[in-house]
């Protein structure tokens, strides 16, 4: 048996053949929501189903496509919370104040409502456990930095590395405004237990009562003494709002990280 | 205007391409540099997305869609590498 023969029967449906189909192929479906819950007090969790999807890897998204009355549509990227074959799809989205999209997802959408989804998108932002196929990462300690609801893919990421039981060292730095907007924080608290997992959060605005350190952004020196060293070799993956991820990248690479080494997915705003 | 990554833009490309095209590795006509197009920056406006280099801000490709079609053109890039596996 030929070494191609051997990788192609060896993987998982969706995910065979070379890397032009390292992650399943994107396509469009229509998703229908099966649940939907208040995640912050600015943001909502919703859970679609999907029944032609063909899974995802972790630090994927979507596009959702919002088509009015007259026709006219709109269309958003949204950070996939899930990973793995499941045809249930698991979103949290903020809601931006000026949104076309963001405020009928958050607000309007009930169970049982449709919307259409194109995906699973991009292959460059994702991670996958020590011996899955195309794991491009294989045997290098994680390190995530998610600002906001820039932790959505990061979750994803965490959630995915935990329940293979991957023993590669994961961490991340949460940068948050208050204990209010943590998104997956149960989820997350329940990783944090794990040996191989590593929670450092930041309030950005208001801390917790007895919370050792005052309320402030991510500086230069916070990241150096949370994040993985450079000499570790850590890929770092940066996920937020523009100004977060290019202070967050630039530091990165004063602190000694290959810039090779950090994928960064910025979604605009502030 | 606020850029994002080419990670972005992941949608679009998949009107185009039957792969997913942000790992595909670019060299850029301005600086000679080389990088997955996931790492190229990503300015759009209602008239569509310019990518450009995120060493040298040169444009690599341009992407327009409307109802019913949908264009892009690679006026900055010499060269496309795509993993086979």
């Given at each position: 048996?030929?070494?191609?023969?051997?990788t192609t029967?060896?993987?998982?449906?969706?995910?065979?053949?070379?890397?032009?189909?390292?992650?399943?192929?994107?396509?469009?479906?229509?998703?229908?929501?099966?649940?939907?819950?208040?995640?912050?007090?600015?943001?909502?969790?919703?859970?679609?189903?999907?029944?032609?999807?063909?899974?995802?890897?972790?630090?994927?998204?979507?596009?959702?496509?919002?088509?009015?009355?007259?026709?006219?549509?709109?269309?958003?990227?949204?950070?996939?919370?899930?990973?793995?074959?499941?045809?249930?799809?698991?979103?949290?989205?903020?809601?931006?104040?000026?949104?076309?999209?963001?405020?009928?997802?958050?607000?309007?959408?009930?169970?049982?409502?449709?919307?259409?989804?194109?995906?699973?998108?991009?292959?460059?932002?994702?991670?996958?456990?020590?011996?899955?196929?195309?794991?491009?990462?294989?045997?290098?300690?994680?390190?995530?930095?998610?600002?906001?609801?820039?932790?959505?893919?990061?979750y994803a990421?965490?959630?995915?590395?935990?329940?293979?039981?991957?023993?590669?060292?994961?961490?991340?730095?949460?940068?948050?405004?208050?204990?209010?907007?943590?998104?997956?924080?149960?989820?997350?608290?329940?990783?944090?237990?794990?040996?191989?997992?590593?929670?450092?959060?930041?309030?950005?605005?208001?801390?917790?009562?007895?919370?050792?350190?005052?309320?402030?952004?991510?500086?230069?020196?916070?990241?150096?003494?949370?994040?993985?060293?450079?000499?570790?070799?850590?890929?770092?993956?940066?996920?937020?709002?523009?100004?977060?991820?290019?202070?967050?990248?630039?530091?990165?690479?004063?602190?000694?990280?290959?810039?090779?080494?950090?994928?960064?997915?910025?979604?605009?705003?502030? | 205007?606020?850029?994002?990554?080419?990670?972005?833009?992941?949608?679009?490309?998949?009107?185009?391409?039957?792969?997913?095209?942000?790992?595909?590795?670019?060299?850029?006509?301005?600086?000679?540099?080389?990088?997955e197009l996931?790492?190229?920056?990503?300015?759009?406006?209602?008239?569509?997305?310019?990518?450009?280099?995120?060493?040298?801000?040169?444009?690599?490709?341009?992407?327009?869609?409307?109802?019913?079609?949908?264009?892009?053109?690679?006026?900055?890039?010499?060269?496309?590498?795509?993993?086979?596996?």
């Amino acid at each position: 048996m030929s070494d191609a023969t051997a990788t192609t029967s060896s993987s998982p449906a969706g995910y065979a053949g070379s890397a032009l189909a390292a992650v399943p192929r994107a396509g469009w479906h229509v998703g229908t929501v099966a649940a939907v819950r208040r995640e912050t007090p600015n943001a909502a969790r919703l859970e679609l189903e999907v029944e032609t999807w063909p899974g995802n890897a972790a630090g994927q998204h979507l596009d959702v496509r919002l088509t009015a009355p007259d026709g006219y549509t709109a269309t958003r990227s949204y950070s996939i919370a899930s990973s793995g074959p499941s045809t249930r799809v698991v979103l949290a989205i903020d809601k931006l104040p000026d949104g076309e999209v963001s405020p009928f997802l958050v607000d309007e959408v009930r169970v049982g409502d449709q919307v259409e989804v194109h995906g699973p998108l991009g292959a460059f932002f994702v991670w996958r456990p020590d011996g899955a196929p195309h794991a491009s990462t294989r045997a290098r300690p994680v390190q995530l930095i998610g600002g906001g609801s820039g932790i959505v893919p990061l979750y994803a990421m965490a959630q995915a590395h935990h329940d293979a039981l991957d023993l590669t060292p994961f961490r991340m730095l949460y940068s948050v405004r208050t204990p209010d907007d943590l998104y997956f924080a149960d989820e997350l608290m329940a990783l944090e237990a794990s040996d191989a997992f590593r929670l450092d959060l930041v309030y950005t605005r208001r801390i917790p009562e007895g919370w050792p350190t005052p309320a402030g952004r991510v500086t230069r020196e916070g990241l150096a003494s949370a994040a993985l060293p450079a000499d570790e070799r850590p890929i770092v993956y940066v996920c937020g709002s523009t100004g977060f991820v290019e202070r967050v990248a630039s530091w990165l690479i004063e602190l000694g990280h290959d810039p090779r080494d950090i994928r960064t997915e910025r979604f605009g705003g502030l | 205007m606020q850029h994002v990554d080419g990670n972005a833009i992941a949608g679009p490309l998949a009107e185009f391409f039957a792969f997913d095209a942000t790992t595909a590795v670019a060299r850029c006509n301005g600086c000679g540099s080389v990088a997955e197009l996931a790492r190229a920056m990503v300015y759009t406006s209602p008239a569509g997305s310019v990518l450009r280099c995120a060493e040298c801000d040169q444009v690599l490709a341009t992407l327009v869609e409307s109802e019913d079609r949908a264009w892009i053109g690679f006026s900055g890039v010499s060269a496309i590498e795509v993993r086979r596996g």
